[in-house]
């Protein structure tokens, strides 16, 4: 790859391994970590002072025009941590090399990209810089990046002055990360598997709400997506790099295709999806099988949400309407409620009873859970006065099970989630 090696003018410090277990979380300067507290990164014994960091003018290397992060070259950002003389070993005069030359970089050392943990790595720092500002990352940001690897992304991230907590599974990719930025204390590294790590604890330990900006391996999407969506009380929002037909079937509105699924009524729920702009394949190394594409995801905090009489129950019944998507719904929904519950349910709504689950928008089903809630609690609460009924027909130990939250019905379906997005 010779015009990728062209641009390797200077190389990071090679790392050594990094003695921190999987799942824990190391600040990029190990050493400092046991300096005085700084408000909100990780848990309280891992905290560190992060003095403020000034952002240096713009700089440029080669053709592209890069931030300067002077700061994060230089000796001395932090204090005490005992790696000035290292530091100030050459790096003060180190401009801030480009993606592909960090790429370069890696190949230069044998280390090779792994099919296995989606490592496709972004080349232009235009790209990666139209990503932080798509993202609005600026000064005083908290931001979550699953996947750092090659840290291109980040060094973004950092130099808009955001803090950067990034959970990078591959060992080896995270102890390199670990030296270069260890005169960095804004950022935090955690080594393990984004979806299994914990990051709602993670997140949780933060003062305010974060954004989640990432390159994501393909194939944690879906995983990541069902962790994070629910989480809108600690994430505001996650701006991610997928691939490009799912960035599109995320992004839907409109039911009847035949991309209507169920996770656009979860994603409709949960957030407000937007499709930001396409990406080249040819922009990554490797080249993957198909264009990514940045998206949004503008999470609601709880309060925010439509309300519905139980969330488990809405998706519960929104995965079974999907599940078996030729079915009419009240053949489909059979597993949790009769058909002529179903039916019932679909003409009070004022929807078809031959209704198909890609037929329903998100309000059309929430109406339909509230409608189907209160015909059980009517016939739960007549069956009760009879002294038995359905209930002991085991019928209702089938459906919705979580106790309702709030028996007041749908107090927005008028002013849906849809139509609050075109405010
Ligand atoms: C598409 S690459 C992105 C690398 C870099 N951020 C960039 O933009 O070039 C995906 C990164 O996610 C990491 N990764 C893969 N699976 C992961 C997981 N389950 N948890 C955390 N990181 C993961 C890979 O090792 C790789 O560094």
Redesign the pocket.
């Known amino acids: 790859m010779p015009e990728l090696l062209a641009g390797a003018r200077r190389r990071p410090p090679r790392p050594t391994p990094a003695a921190v277990p999987a799942g824990g979380i190391a600040a990029a300067a190990p050493a400092a970590q046991d300096r005085a507290p700084a408000a909100g990164l990780a848990a309280p014994s891992q905290r560190r002072t992060a003095p403020a960091a000034p952002v240096q003018p713009v700089i440029e290397e080669g053709d592209v025009e890069l931030p300067a992060l002077g700061w994060m070259w230089r000796a001395g950002t932090s204090s005490g941590g005992g790696n000035e003389g290292d530091a100030a070993d050459g790096a003060a005069s180190r401009p801030m090399p480009t993606?592909a030359a960090t790429?370069a970089n890696l190949y230069e050392d044998r280390i090779k990209a792994?099919k296995s943990?989606?490592?496709?790595?972004?080349?232009d720092d235009a790209i990666?810089r139209d990503i932080v500002a798509a993202a609005a990352v600026g000064p005083g940001d908290l931001v979550l990046?699953?996947?750092?690897?090659?840290?291109?992304?980040?060094k973004h991230l950092l130099s808009a002055g955001a803090r950067v907590t990034a959970?990078?599974?591959?060992d080896t990719?995270y102890a390199r990360l670990g030296q270069e930025y260890e005169q960095v204390p804004e950022l935090q590294l955690v080594l393990?598997?984004?979806?299994?790590?914990g990051l709602e604890g993670i997140i949780r330990h933060m003062p305010k709400r974060v954004k989640v900006v990432?390159?994501?391996?393909?194939?944690?999407t879906k995983d990541l997506m069902t962790l994070l969506l629910p989480l809108g009380s600690l994430v505001s929002d996650l701006h991610i790099?997928i691939q490009h037909e799912a960035g599109e079937r995320l992004t839907e509105r409109t039911p009847g295709g035949r991309e209507w699924r169920a996770a656009n009524i979860r994603t409709l729920f949960y957030c407000r999806p937007k499709y930001r702009f396409r990406i080249s394949r040819l922009k990554?190394d490797p080249v993957p099988g198909v264009d990514g594409a940045l998206v949004t995801f503008a999470l609601r905090p709880p309060a925010a949400r439509l309300p519905v009489p139980s969330e488990q129950g809405l998706l519960e019944l929104v995965d079974k309407a999907f599940s078996e998507r030729r079915k009419k719904m009240r053949n489909s929904l059979t597993p949790l409620y009769s058909s002529p519950e179903v039916e019932s349910a679909l003409a009070a709504c004022g929807l078809n009873v031959d209704a198909r689950a890609q037929d329903l928008t998100l309000e059309q089903f929430v109406a339909l859970a509230w409608q189907l809630h209160r015909q059980r609690v009517a016939e739960l609460g007549l069956s009760g006065a009879a002294g038995g009924g359905r209930a002991g027909r085991g019928r209702d130990e089938r459906g919705p099970r979580r106790e309702p939250r709030d028996e007041r019905g749908p107090r927005r379906e008028a002013r849906g989630a849809q139509e609050e997005e075109e405010e």
Do not use: C, H, R, S
């Not at 943990?117 to 080349?123: R, S, T």
């Open positions: 993606a790429v792994k943990l989606g490592q496709n790595f972004m080349m990666l990046e699953v996947g750092p690897g090659t840290g291109n992304l980040t959970v990078e599974k591959d990719l393990g598997d984004a979806v299994k790590v990432a390159n994501l391996p393909y194939n944690i790099m990554y």
